[in-house]
């Protein structure tokens, strides 16, 4: 009750997020173990149907390892059998998972592995945020080619899962690739989003 005696809202009359506090992990958007050569960046921002930044989007990623793999590895969140608190990734092993909330211009960054998925290599993405009743999922793809999902779009609403390469990124040893991947959660060039049954 408030002040004035008027019942104050509850979860069960509000839409969150009411996850920031607790799911956001330290690491979480750091797949690739550090100092990996074949580390590369997905980064963007998500946005609202008026093209606003959305500061306060959760985002979890999975994606097959470099070798093609779906069964990742445990350790994406450990804490310390002592104390309770986080101890972040173990640094080695590849999880393939990673969760990453929007800062408050509504950016995110994954620094994680190329995926060995066959076909046009993507990276599964779950998005939550404000106003939204349930999650939704789309996947993010870092190279446009033959793919049963692509191959089913028309090329305006296929070109919304294609994460481009950021120009000068370099080529040489040690240079890191980057991509960007906007996600659009409505309006006009609205991300595709899937439907799983």
Known sequence: MSA????LPTPAHTIGPFY????????GG?????GHPDTITLHGHVLDGAGAPVPDALLDFWQAA????LTGAPGSLRRDPSTGGFLGRNGVDFTGFGRVATDADGHYALRTLPPGNA?????GVCVFARGLTHHLFTRAYLA???DP?????????????IAAADAGTGTGAGAMRTYRFDIRLQGEGETVFLEFR
């Not at 999902?149 to 899962?161: G, K, N």
Request: aromatic share 4%.
């Open 4 to 7: 004035t005696g008027r019942p």
């Open 20 to 27: 920031g506090h607790a799911l956001p992990f330290p690491g």
């Open 30 to 34: 750091d797949i690739a173990p550090p």
């Open 66 to 69: 470099p070798d093609g793999s």
């Open 119 to 123: 076909g046009a290599p993507y990276i």
């Open 144 to 146: 446009d080619g033959p």
């Open 149 to 161: 999902l692509l191959d089913a779009l028309p090329d305006e609403r296929r070109a919304t899962l």
